[in-house]
């Protein structure tokens, strides 16, 4: 079954896991920007890292058949830094134009600190100031629930950002429900020991409806998997999903919100 990939970080993963994902049905994916698996020391290293998300990962991907789009930012587990941040968020602009960028993100909250905050306000801003989509990181369990809140007032406070418009990744159990009861959409990151396991994304699936809801691997530098989303096409099938209800999740929801861009092709 074909599926789209929304929020894999691919400069962490080799050229073996684009033919895997390939062969298992993947034909597009998204890719954030993120943390580097270390704190980058100055904003050159983020002109590097946007060309290789933008240029460079795009043209890897096509070897395999697999259309790339990118959002750009700095994330939050390096927003601490508000020096950096600015110089970072600088250097955006000018790149929103390249043709595989679909939005702002992944920002958000790590820590829920004042200074992440302000950083991440300051997205919002970029984001309403040039339309783009938003990508939403929401922190890990044990700030959670505050962090989703505090992103979501955040949102809202900005009369230029439409929650159709905005995707907040990470949701569980306990903020699953807020998210879609203010309009936004909801990501469900399929972790093998952290984040969202499998059988309780489907069960999320089965409890909340499918309505503005994705599932995706994020695929990053730690403990995760590049065919989570089919692993979940398998325990869906399993429970007795039919191929419509599996399709409309894996590639008609991720393909409705990312072609709001207008730059989303398939």
């Known amino acids: 079954m074909k599926y789209i990939e929304p929020h894999g970080h691919m400069v962490s993963r080799t050229t073996d896991d684009y033919e895997r994902i390939s062969l298992a049905g993947c034909v597009a994916l998204s890719e954030p920007a993120f943390w580097a698996g270390f704190d980058r020391s100055s904003a050159q290293g983020f002109v590097d890292y ?3 998300i933008t240029v ?5 991907a096509a070897k395999y058949h697999i259309q790339h789009y990118s959002w750009l930012c700095i994330n939050p587990k390096e927003a601490e830094d508000m020096v950096l941040a600015d110089e970072v968020i600088s250097l955006i602009p000018e790149r929103l134009s390249r043709p595989n960028v679909l939005g702002i993100g992944e920002i958000g909250l790590n820590k829920n600190s004042r200074n992440e905050l302000t950083i991440l306000e300051k997205h919002i801003e970029l984001a309403a100031e040039h339309q783009q989509l938003i990508l939403v990181h929401t922190p890990h369990l044990e700030d959670k629930l505050k962090g989703t ?3 979501l007032d955040a949102l809202e406070a900005h009369p230029g950002i439409s929650p159709e418009r905005v995707i907040i990744d990470h949701v569980e159990e306990h903020t699953i429900q807020m998210v879609l009861d203010r309009g936004f959409w909801a990501g469900m ?3 093998p020991d952290s984040k969202c396991s499998i059988p309780r994304a489907v069960d999320m699936l089965e409890c909340y409806g499918t309505e503005r809801i994705w599932m995706n691997s994020a695929c990053d530098w730690g403990h995760s998997n590049p065919l989570a989303v089919p692993r979940a096409i398998l325990e869906l099938k399993r429970r007795g999903h039919d191929e419509d209800y599996i399709e ?3 590639f008609e929801n991720p393909k409705a919100f ?4 207008g730059k989303f092709r398939l």
């Open 189 to 191: 990151t399929l972790y």
């Open 149 to 151: 809140r505090l992103t």
């Open 56 to 60: 460079y990962e795009p043209m890897r």
């Open 248 to 250: 409309n999740i894996v």
């Open 50 to 52: 946007f060309d290789q």
């Open 258 to 261: 990312m072609s709001q861009s």
